[in-house]
């Protein structure tokens, strides 16, 4: 089954307000047309996104946000709700990112609830990310974490007819580093991720609802390689997106 592909940019924390409301712009002037077969969504900070939903308006970009909490509402102070993320203009939401687990001691407990939360709200999709560190790599664990993450990330979840989820399949060692990974490895891994889902989910809801994504260190000059494995729905795109021509680019390649 073909799924239309799916590119998000992730612009984490490294833009100011302005920035952030400036590259909004950008991409809403270049991803005007030529790129209907995709599906393009952007990540920005928490604080932008209510801003960069008027300037989206009308166009062909999804918004997303990068965080959110896993209860409905209540005395959690720093914290923002499905709700509101829903409310500012979000379709998407992250879950689970490297950079929070390392940072935040984010744990896959957490996740699984904050899993559950959005899923409790039918319209928000959930990105949930996955993927294991160098070390882990090395030391040959690599798949057993990465079945490991999706099964205490996603065991247990009730998924209605209509709901999306997308998995990222990021591995630590290859975000932010210019370390991309071999598209056949990716291709390889991708495989992993999609029988432990058939394991937790069935075939029938893998093929409809799931979508599996890559993200480490992926830019215009790389991203040919991806284009050709039929088993990879889209790309998580961090440094990269940062210049909308850069992006526009891995968006039209892959
Ligand atoms: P990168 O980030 O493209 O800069 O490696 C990817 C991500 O963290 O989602």
Request: charged share 25%; aromatic share 8%.
């Amino acid at each position: 089954m073909v799924k239309q592909k799916i590119i998000i940019a992730n612009w984490k924390m490294k833009l100011d307000m302005p920035a952030s409301l400036a590259l909004a712009k950008e991409y809403q002037v270049k991803f005007k047309s030529g790129t209907e077969d995709k599906e393009v969504v952007v990540c920005p900070a928490t604080i932008v996104i209510a801003e960069i939903n008027k300037i989206l308006a009308g166009g062909k970009i999804w918004l997303g946000a990068q965080n959110v909490f896993w209860e409905e509402r209540g005395a959690y102070t720093g914290e923002i709700s499905v709700k509101m993320l829903e409310q500012a203009g979000c379709r998407y939401v992250i879950i689970g990112h490297s950079e929070r687990r390392q940072y935040l001691l984010e744990n896959y407990q957490m996740i699984h609830q904050k899993l559950k939360e959005v899923l409790s709200d039918s319209r928000l999709i959930p990105i949930v990310c996955i993927g294991e560190t160098l070390k882990e790599k090395e030391a040959g664990k690599r798949d057993y974490v990465i079945v490991d993450q999706l099964q205490q990330a996603l065991g247990g979840i009730q998924l209605l007819s209509q709901q999306q989820v997308i998995i990222a399949y990021e591995p630590v060692w290859a975000i932010g580093t210019g370390q991309v990974i071999t598209p056949l490895d990716a291709e390889n891994m991708h495989e992993i991720i999609r029988a432990s889902l058939v394991d937790l989910f069935g075939i029938d809801i893998i093929n409809k609802q799931f979508r599996i994504i890559y993200g480490g260190s992926v830019d215009s000059a790389n991203v040919a390689g991806f284009s050709e494995l039929d088993n990879i729905d889209g790309l998580l795109v961090g440094g990269a997106s940062l210049k909308a021509e850069e992006f526009l680019q891995i968006v039209k390649k892959l």
